[in-house]
């Protein structure tokens, strides 16, 4: 098993920018791809970007490209989320997951086995 734990929520103007990270503990993060969720109140949760087990393959929704960066440091047994020019459509409680089963990783929310609390992201207008 793996335990995460993200952190690094907050509020922000519109235009600015948050690193979220998420760190595991038990098992080696090197043997998980490894993706970011977010989910807005009433809405589904939803894929925001993966990234493989080397760190070697990303992948990202539509609407983040360009403005959102996923790294990892398997050595720090830590998965960043780097979120620059935010705007108030991104706000929603942020979830790191962790896939076992996958090398690349995968946007489906249904594969992932282990997710984080979550941590809040607020962008105000």
């Known amino acids: 098993q793996v335990q995460l734990v993200e952190s690094g929520g907050g509020l922000v103007q519109a235009g600015g920018s948050l690193r979220l990270s998420c760190a595991a503990s038990?098992?080696?993060?090197?043997?998980?791809?490894m993706g970011w969720f977010r989910q807005a109140p009433g809405k589904e949760r939803e894929f925001v970007a993966r990234?493989?087990?080397?760190?070697?393959?990303?992948y990202y929704r539509d609407s983040v490209k360009g403005r959102f960066t996923i790294s990892r440091d398997n050595a720090k047994q830590t998965v960043y989320l780097q979120m620059n020019s935010l705007k108030p459509e991104d706000t929603a409680a942020y979830y790191c997951?962790?896939?076992?089963?996958?090398?690349?990783?995968?946007?489906?929310?249904?594969?992932?086995?282990?997710w984080g609390q979550g941590t809040q992201v607020t962008v105000s207008s």
């Open positions: 997951a962790a896939d076992g089963t996958v090398i690349i990783g995968t946007e489906n929310v249904n594969e992932y086995d282990y």
């Open positions: 038990g098992r080696t993060l090197s043997m998980y791809a």
């Open positions: 990234i493989s087990r080397s760190g070697g393959i990303t």
